[in-house]
């Protein structure tokens, strides 16, 4: 297995799991390597032991709204505010990065995770970073990760 497969392979399954879990959504990798960043960015700091780097989910704002009111419905929460959306959106990278985390336990790309943040607009992004472009029903989605090794 190369090094594309290695990263992108778990990343991949770590996002279909997190959102058919938390909101019933399919989603399907369409793309490695392209994707711009969308309109509203949950973004998680990580660390390996080769250094810091991020896992970040990417979405536009009728995405990011659509895929918060699916995990709060199957919450039984309601469709909640702005600030209850930015917060699920933050927990649904969360859990894609604890996935993430689980599936690459044993290999170079093995990280520890901190609090995310919810960045409105393009964030800065590291030319290091895979890119993996997604569809699904709620809309596209990229995920940008650095996991220095």
């Known amino acids: 297995m190369n090094a594309t497969d290695e990263l992108s392979a778990p990343l991949a399954e770590a996002v279909a799991v997190a959102l058919r879990e938390m909101a019933a ?3 399907g990798l369409c793309e490695i390597g392209t994707g711009a960043p ?7 700091p990580v660390a ?3 250094g810091a780097g991020y896992v970040a989910l990417h979405f536009t704002v009728a995405s990011a709204n659509e895929l ?3 995990v709060l419905a199957r919450a039984e929460a309601g469709e909640g ?17 604890g ?5 690459l336990y044993g290999t170079p790309y093995h990280f520890t995770l ?17 890119v993996l472009a997604f ?3 709620i809309g596209n989605f990229v995920l940008h990760a650095r996991l220095p090794t």
Do not use: H
């Not at 505010?81 to 990065?97: P, S």
């Open 68 to 70: 918060a009111r699916r």
């Open 38 to 44: 969308g309109e509203v960015s949950a973004i998680i």
């Open 99 to 103: 996935q993430a985390k689980t599936l």
């Open 25 to 27: 959504v399919e989603s």
């Open 48 to 50: 390996t032991a080769a």
């Open 114 to 130: 901190s609090t995310p943040r919810i960045v409105f607009g393009d964030p800065a992004r590291d030319d290091g970073a895979r």
């Open 135 to 137: 569809g699904s029903e």
């Open 81 to 97: 505010d702005d600030a209850t959306r930015r917060d699920c959106l933050g927990e649904v990278a969360n859990v894609v990065a």
